[in-house]
């Protein structure tokens, strides 16, 4: 089957976290942490944003430097990735900021059917085996897709002709992906700063199939401005 690319891009404090202790819409990156995201947006076809990330911030990230628009115009590629909101319940609020953002939007709905979220909803706090209620109908995208599995939406993110895709967290999209081997790629940027708190990019809920993990591979290291470091691992 053919399926994108996917990395998986964070900002994370020493001690793991990706957001402060009282949650929130996090800042966790400095200006370093900024020049690396935008060179993983350049190299993208799309970005994947858990919902509740896009509700919280109320946009997303975007290239602003000259010379990755430049790269991108070169290439052929519009001026910023498709940014693909990933959702089971369709609530994305038509009032974000988001929706007036220079760039062309997707909407993923993954629910599985009634009866199979004890297999694919790992995160979710009380399981529910009852048929989904039906969903609001998000408006303001320009492309959709509705999947009952990750393995169908990325044959579809294929078909569409995504191969590259930067998964911008938060930590419930990541672990999602990370729960079915997904990930080809973490990109990590450590900022120094320690938060605490229970909100580590990984959550303690999180169910990872350790059996079938072979390990990461250092790809990258790089010192960053104001005492950041990025580490990028791919897949064994
Ligand atoms: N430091 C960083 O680099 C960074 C990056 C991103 C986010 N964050 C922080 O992370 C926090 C938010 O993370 P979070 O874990 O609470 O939320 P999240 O992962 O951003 O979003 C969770 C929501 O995404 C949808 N979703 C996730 N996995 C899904 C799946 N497999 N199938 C269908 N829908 C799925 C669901 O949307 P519905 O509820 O609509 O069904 C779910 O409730 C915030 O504090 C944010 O600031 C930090």
Do not use: K
Request: charged share 20%; hydrophobic share 45%; with cysteine.
């Amino acid at each position: 089957m053919s399926r994108p690319e996917l990395r998986l891009v964070l900002a994370i404090s020493l001690d793991g976290r990706l957001a402060a202790a009282e949650g929130g819409a996090a800042q966790i990156g400095g200006a370093g942490d900024r020049q690396v995201l935008e060179e993983a947006l350049a190299w993208a076809d799309a970005v994947l944003l858990g919902a509740q990330t896009l509700r919280l911030h109320g946009s997303t990230c975007l290239i602003h430097r000259p010379e990755l628009l430049r790269q991108r115009s070169a290439a052929g590629l519009a001026p910023q990735p498709l940014a693909i909101v990933v959702s089971r319940s369709g609530v994305v609020p038509p009032e974000l900021p988001f929706f007036q953002q220079p760039l062309e939007r997707g909407l993923l709905l993954l629910e599985p059917p009634p009866g199979l979220h004890r297999l694919h909803q790992p995160l979710e706090r009380g399981l529910r085996l009852d048929p989904a209620p039906p969903r609001p109908a998000a408006s303001g995208f320009g492309r959709r897709w509705c999947c009952c599995v990750w393995s169908e939406a990325l044959a579809q993110l294929a078909a569409a002709g995504l191969e590259r895709l930067v998964v911008l967290g938060g930590a419930s999209l990541a672990a999602s992906l990370l729960a079915e081997n997904w990930l080809d790629e973490l990109q990590l940027t450590l900022c120094p700063r320690l938060l605490g708190g229970p909100h580590s990019w990984l959550g303690a809920d999180a169910r990872l199939d350790l059996a079938s993990q072979n390990g990461w591979r250092l790809v990258e290291q790089r010192p960053l401005l104001g005492e950041e470091l990025l580490v990028r691992y791919r897949r064994v």
